[in-house]
């Protein structure tokens, strides 16, 4: 999070079940509440979890 630029970068990772990585994703996204960047980085793992299905 970068108070100064109004940006907040966020990110995840889907792991099978082995374990082992099958994908990621990173983006930025303009700031918000602690709570708004914690939910976008949640639809934003549940978007590629369901695209991936």
């Known amino acids: 999070?970068?108070?100064s630029r109004q940006r907040a970068t966020i990110g995840g990772a889907l792991r099978g079940p082995?374990?082992?990585?099958?994908v990621g994703?990173?983006?930025v996204i303009?700031?918000?509440?602690?709570f708004q960047i914690e939910a976008q980085a949640i639809l934003e793992g549940l978007k590629l979890a369901w695209m991936r299905d």
């Not at 082995?18 to 099958?22: C, E, I, K, N, Q």
């Not at 303009?30 to 602690?34: G, K, L, P, V």
């Open 18 to 22: 082995s374990g082992g990585w099958l």
């Open 30 to 34: 303009s700031m918000a509440s602690i």
């Open 1 to 3: 999070m970068s108070t």
């Open 25 to 27: 994703f990173e983006m």
